[in-house]
């Protein structure tokens, strides 16, 4: 009789693991990529990809269960393809984009923010720069650099005018090298890929972020105008579900600095 038990038990055990493979096999599987964008994307210290992008994915396939899987954000792809491949369908989805009229045409938004985006201003501790507002930075002729073809370096460009800003740079960690090698008076970035930094680099006592806030916004999951509109559905409910849950809250703080 032990016998006979023991063996209903591992089969009703290998029943369930059968069941929820099947059930995970039957799942809709929406492809993404990783941008080479920290600290959205980006390699940890064991190798694979990590960062709030990756955070809140794991927490909509958590949400999700059987009903859909993302896939794919183990790896990078350019910004120019995989907006193209999110436009063509090759690409069902991707986290951290902000909106923009052009992008709104070309893929449709789950209306939810993800987690907002605040422009910052970082200077040399050792300068004693006290910045109150823009017109600081224009009266006092500061050099501001900024990432090369990003929107905050366009955006630099805008309010403290183009004699004032140059980026030269595609990485932030070297942006904070030039900064800390007095190779220019401020930094500006967002405050998502600052912080990344100086928690990399130990950069707490060699930098001051300044307290004023240029801009802030939002970033969004994207999805591809060729998903269909049920699809689009169960994702958009997972996501408000983890965004009234306070779930994409404590993600966000985890990458952001609390006192911005």
């Known amino acids: 009789m032990k016998v006979k038990g023991k063996l209903l038990i591992s089969t009703v055990i290998l029943a369930i693991f059968n069941l929820l493979f099947c059930m995970k096999a039957l799942s809709i599987e929406l492809k993404t990529a990783a941008q080479d964008s920290a600290p959205k994307f980006f390699k940890g210290a064991d190798g694979r990809i990590t960062g709030i ?3 809140i994915i794991k927490a909509i396939n958590e949400e999700a269960g059987s009903d859909f899987e993302i896939t794919g954000y183990e790896n990078f792809i350019p910004a120019k393809r995989y907006k193209l491949m999110l436009e063509d369908g090759e690409l069902d989805l991707m986290l ?18 993800l987690y907002s985006v605040k422009h910052v201003i970082v200077s040399r501790a050792d300068a004693n720069l006290q910045i109150n507002s823009i017109e600081d930075i224009i009266k006092k002729r500061l050099s501001v650099i900024s990432i090369l073809g990003t929107g905050s370096a366009k955006y630099a460009k805008q309010i403290f005018g183009e004699e004032l800003v140059s980026s030269v740079t595609k990485r932030p960690e070297t942006l ?13 970035y967002h405050n998502l890929g600052i912080m990344h930094e100086i928690r990399r680099g130990d950069l707490f006592k060699k930098v001051t972020i300044q307290p004023v806030i240029p801009r802030e916004y939002s970033h969004y999951l994207a999805m591809s105008r060729k998903t269909s509109k049920d699809i689009v559905k169960k994702v958009y409910d997972v996501v408000l579900k983890l965004k009234q849950n306070g779930r994409l809250d404590d993600i966000y703080k985890k990458y952001a600095a609390e006192d911005l």
Do not use: H, T, W
Not at 96 to 113: A, C, H, M, V
């Open 96 to 113: 951290g984009l902000s909106k923009n009229p052009e992008r709104e045409k070309r893929f449709q938004y789950i209306d939810i923010p």
């Open 53 to 55: 992008c990756v955070d």
């Open 176 to 188: 904070m090298r030039m900064l800390i090698a007095n190779r220019g008076d401020l930094v500006y």
